[in-house]
Protein backbone atom coordinates (compact mmCIF):
# COMPACT_ATOMS: atom_id res chain seq x y z
CA UNK A 1 0.00 0.00 0.00
CA UNK A 2 1.42 3.53 -1.15
CA UNK A 3 -0.04 6.88 0.26
CA UNK A 4 1.19 10.09 -2.54
CA UNK A 5 0.99 13.72 -1.35
CA UNK A 6 0.60 16.51 -3.70
CA UNK A 7 -0.35 19.80 -3.57
CA UNK A 8 2.22 21.96 -0.89
CA UNK A 9 3.77 24.79 -1.68
CA UNK A 10 4.36 28.41 -0.40
CA UNK A 11 1.94 30.86 0.19
CA UNK A 12 1.19 34.08 1.36
CA UNK A 13 -1.31 34.38 4.93
CA UNK A 14 -5.00 34.49 3.74
CA UNK A 15 -4.40 32.80 0.58
CA UNK A 16 -5.95 28.73 -0.06
CA UNK A 17 -4.07 25.32 -1.29
CA UNK A 18 -5.68 22.26 -2.02
CA UNK A 19 -3.78 19.02 -0.92
CA UNK A 20 -4.44 15.23 -2.43
CA UNK A 21 -3.19 11.89 -1.51
CA UNK A 22 -3.92 9.08 -3.41
CA UNK A 23 -4.20 5.44 -1.73
CA UNK A 24 -2.66 2.42 -3.91
CA UNK A 25 -2.46 -1.39 -3.12
CA UNK A 26 -4.10 -4.29 -2.60
CA UNK A 27 -6.66 -3.46 0.44
CA UNK A 28 -9.81 -4.89 1.47
CA UNK A 29 -11.66 -2.13 2.54
CA UNK A 30 -10.57 1.54 3.54
CA UNK A 31 -11.92 2.43 6.75
CA UNK A 32 -10.85 6.38 7.06
CA UNK A 33 -8.11 8.66 5.15
CA UNK A 34 -7.30 11.74 6.35
CA UNK A 35 -4.10 14.15 7.49
CA UNK A 36 -1.87 15.02 10.21
CA UNK A 37 0.82 17.46 9.91
CA UNK A 38 4.27 18.76 11.83
CA UNK A 39 5.79 21.43 12.26
CA UNK A 40 9.34 22.43 13.08
CA UNK A 41 10.28 21.27 16.78
CA UNK A 42 6.48 20.42 17.59
CA UNK A 43 4.85 16.97 17.43
CA UNK A 44 2.70 15.44 14.97
CA UNK A 45 -0.97 16.86 15.06
CA UNK A 46 -4.08 15.22 14.05
CA UNK A 47 -6.23 17.80 11.31
CA UNK A 48 -8.75 15.77 9.85
CA UNK A 49 -10.37 12.45 8.71
CA UNK A 50 -12.87 11.17 6.45
CA UNK A 51 -14.77 8.02 7.37
CA UNK A 52 -15.68 6.03 4.06
CA UNK A 53 -18.83 4.91 5.85
CA UNK A 54 -21.51 7.03 5.81
CA UNK A 55 -19.29 10.30 4.69
CA UNK A 56 -18.66 11.59 8.48
CA UNK A 57 -15.79 13.97 8.69
CA UNK A 58 -14.00 15.34 11.68
CA UNK A 59 -11.28 18.33 12.42
CA UNK A 60 -9.05 19.47 14.95
CA UNK A 61 -10.67 22.69 16.69
CA UNK A 62 -7.46 24.47 14.70
CA UNK A 63 -8.73 24.01 11.34
CA UNK A 64 -12.46 24.34 11.67
CA UNK A 65 -13.96 26.19 9.62
CA UNK A 66 -11.06 27.03 7.47
CA UNK A 67 -10.27 23.29 5.98
CA UNK A 68 -12.17 21.22 4.32
CA UNK A 69 -11.92 17.17 3.83
CA UNK A 70 -13.19 15.34 0.92
CA UNK A 71 -13.00 11.64 -0.69
CA UNK A 72 -13.64 10.35 -3.67
CA UNK A 73 -13.69 6.92 -2.79
CA UNK A 74 -13.69 5.50 -6.21
CA UNK A 75 -10.14 7.10 -6.59
CA UNK A 76 -8.95 5.76 -3.18
CA UNK A 77 -8.20 9.88 -2.86
CA UNK A 78 -8.56 11.97 0.21
CA UNK A 79 -8.48 16.00 -0.14
CA UNK A 80 -7.68 18.45 1.83
CA UNK A 81 -9.08 22.13 0.79
CA UNK A 82 -7.16 24.51 2.98
CA UNK A 83 -8.57 28.64 3.29
CA UNK A 84 -7.39 31.34 5.26
CA UNK A 85 -3.88 29.98 5.75
CA UNK A 86 -1.70 31.53 8.40
CA UNK A 87 1.56 30.84 9.67
CA UNK A 88 0.52 28.68 12.25
CA UNK A 89 -0.54 26.30 9.75
CA UNK A 90 2.95 25.89 8.63
CA UNK A 91 3.98 22.19 8.66
CA UNK A 92 4.96 19.06 6.56
CA UNK A 93 1.34 17.49 6.22
CA UNK A 94 1.00 13.95 5.97
CA UNK A 95 -1.91 11.68 4.58
CA UNK A 96 -2.69 8.62 6.50
CA UNK A 97 -5.23 5.63 5.90
CA UNK A 98 -6.52 3.10 7.98
CA UNK A 99 -7.28 -0.19 5.99
CA UNK A 100 -7.99 -4.12 6.48
CA UNK A 101 -6.23 -6.01 4.16
CA UNK A 102 -8.80 -8.96 4.78
CA UNK A 103 -12.67 -9.65 6.69
CA UNK A 104 -10.37 -10.49 9.81
CA UNK A 105 -10.03 -7.48 12.44
CA UNK A 106 -6.28 -8.84 12.73
CA UNK A 107 -5.67 -7.62 8.98
CA UNK A 108 -6.11 -3.69 10.38
CA UNK A 109 -3.35 -1.83 9.78
CA UNK A 110 -2.08 2.41 9.12
CA UNK A 111 -0.59 3.23 6.24
CA UNK A 112 1.58 7.14 6.23
CA UNK A 113 2.84 9.10 2.94
CA UNK A 114 5.81 10.86 2.50
CA UNK A 115 4.27 14.41 3.33
CA UNK A 116 4.43 17.55 1.51
CA UNK A 117 5.43 20.76 2.30
CA UNK A 118 3.07 23.92 3.15
CA UNK A 119 4.93 27.39 4.08
CA UNK A 120 2.66 30.21 4.69
CA UNK A 121 4.75 33.58 5.11
CA UNK A 122 4.79 37.12 3.75
Known amino acids: VKLVESGGGLLQPGGSLRLSCECS????????MGWYRQAPGKQREYVAKAFTLGGGTEYADAVKGRFTISRDNAKNTVYLQMNSLNSEDTAGYYC????????????????WGQGTQVTVSS
Open 96 to 111: FAAVYHSNSATSRRDY
Open 25 to 32: GSVFNIIA
